[in-house]
């Protein structure tokens, strides 16, 4: 599917439920599995947390996550731990080249039965699931802090708890925080200090309902159409000052690019309006904390004609794709000129914007919603727009409440 993106009518103000967090949702599903008297409300829609949700149907057998890396690193946790299990987990070609070593090494160590079915430190993976008792482990954090979530969503299922020990600089922290946050929520006792995670065994909790925030990394779209606009307003639903999401700091973030988050105490909502019109020549930040902003903002910064410089970026590029390169080549066909290392990017202070540009998505959700935004700017087309449903299935369908006009067509395989 291709989406050709234009200018369209504009509505005074729109009013989008993008629905709940991607990753909310998984930890939450992974946690309902152990405890079944968790009630989730508001539970993502998207790709990512539908094929989570069936993998944990299975207990013998294979189970498909495709390209949802949580679900992949967090199902592994989970099997390896759940006695009886007997799973092959595997994913899309791009999950293969994904590495995962760093997590099945520490739950090998723990006492796991896991083996590589093809290539050593990547899926697809054969997994046995076994009682693990061993309560201390080691783990390097700064790959992907999906294996230290995986670990921590696991601990209460295991009959002494779990100590995590983190090795090197921690990416990614603020997901690693929203995870320990929900184990507390639900009645775990868990703590995070220093380097050291440590959380107790727990077989019963008391019966509890949580409604997911809404997804912040699908609310940056919205921040850079108001960014990149003259007036927009957008109200999104369900949002809160007091997140769990790291991707929240895009507030503040938004704020030197002009745009003003209202946060609606009465409704959980928050309007974006521009209000800034003096904006900043360049733009310097490090993303360590929000990667999957990046993108979002690479964009932004490009189509405001604002010169900027992201660091703190290495694991982009074991992410849907080479982020960072995937970036490179497309703003270079929009005009920009662009410079990336393996942990950065900077792009120069441009005037022009090629029309008519077609951009790929190289099967990364993300590629094809941070380049939407730029319809405001000029025409534009979207090669396989399908890739959204990863993470936000209705995305075409909101854009278009915010006056972006959107036709989407069919293509051919
Ligand atoms: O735990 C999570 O829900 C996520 C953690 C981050 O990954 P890394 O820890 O690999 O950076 C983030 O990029 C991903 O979209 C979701
Ligand atoms: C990196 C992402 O997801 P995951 O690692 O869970 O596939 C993302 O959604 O941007």
């Not at 497309?330 to 950065?344: N, P, Q, R």
Request: hydrophobic share 40%; charged share 20%; with cysteine.
């Amino acid at each position: 599917m291709k989406a050709i993106l234009g200018r369209g009518k504009f509505p005074k103000n729109s009013i989008i439920n993008i629905g709940g967090s991607k990753s909310e949702s998984n930890r939450l599903l992974i946690l309902k599995a152990q405890f079944q008297n968790i009630t989730i409300k508001n539970l993502s829609e998207s790709d990512d947390t539908n094929v989570l949700q069936q993998g944990l149907k299975t207990v013998n057998g294979t189970v498909n996550v495709h390209h949802a890396g949580t679900a992949m690193r967090f199902l592994t946790a989970y099997f390896a731990a759940k006695e009886g299990a007997e799973i092959i987990l595997t994913g899309s070609s791009r999950m293969q080249e994904r590495p995962i070593g760093v997590l099945v090494d520490a739950l090998n160590n723990l006492g796991a039965d896991i083996q590589y079915l093809q290539n050593e430190g990547y899926p697809p993976l054969k997994i046995k699931g076994k009682k693990l008792q061993k309560r201390n482990v080691a783990v390097q954090a700064d790959i992907s802090s999906q294996y230290i979530s995986a670990l921590m969503l696991i601990a209460p299922m295991l009959p002494n708890g779990l100590e995590i020990t983190l090795k090197g600089k921690t990416i990614s922290k603020p997901y690693i925080e929203m995870t320990l946050s929900l184990l507390k929520q639900i009645g775990v006792q868990a703590n995070f200090h220093n380097n050291i995670v440590s959380i107790s065994s727990l077989d019963k909790i008391e019966a509890i309902e949580i409604i997911v925030e809404s997804d912040w990394s699908a609310a940056s779209y919205f921040y850079s159409l108001v960014a990149l606009s003259e007036d927009l307003e957008i109200t999104l639903t369900s949002f809160s000052e007091d997140s769990l999401q790291g991707d929240a700091a895009l507030s503040s973030i938004y704020k030197k690019l002009g745009v003003q988050t209202v946060f609606n105490t009465f409704d959980n909502s928050i309007s974006l309006s521009k209000k800034n019109k003096q904006l900043p020549d360049s733009l310097k930040l490090n993303l360590t904390n929000t990667p999957d902003l990046a993108q979002t903002v690479a964009v932004t910064c490009f189509g405001l004609g604002i010169a900027c410089e992201l660091t703190g970026l290495q694991t982009l590029k074991i992410k849907e794709t080479d982020r960072l390169s995937a970036l490179q080549i497309e703003l270079t066909k929009l005009g920009a000129v662009v410079h990336i290392d393996c942990a950065s990017i900077r792009i120069r202070k441009s005037t022009q914007l090629v029309p008519n540009v077609i951009i790929e998505t190289y099967q990364d959700h993300r590629m094809a919603m941070a380049f939407a935004p730029l319809a405001l700017k000029t025409p534009l087309r979207i090669n396989n727009a399908g890739v959204v449903s990863k993470s936000y299935p209705n995305f075409w369908k909101d854009l278009k409440k915010t006056g972006i006009s959107c036709e989407l067509l069919k293509t051919t395989p």
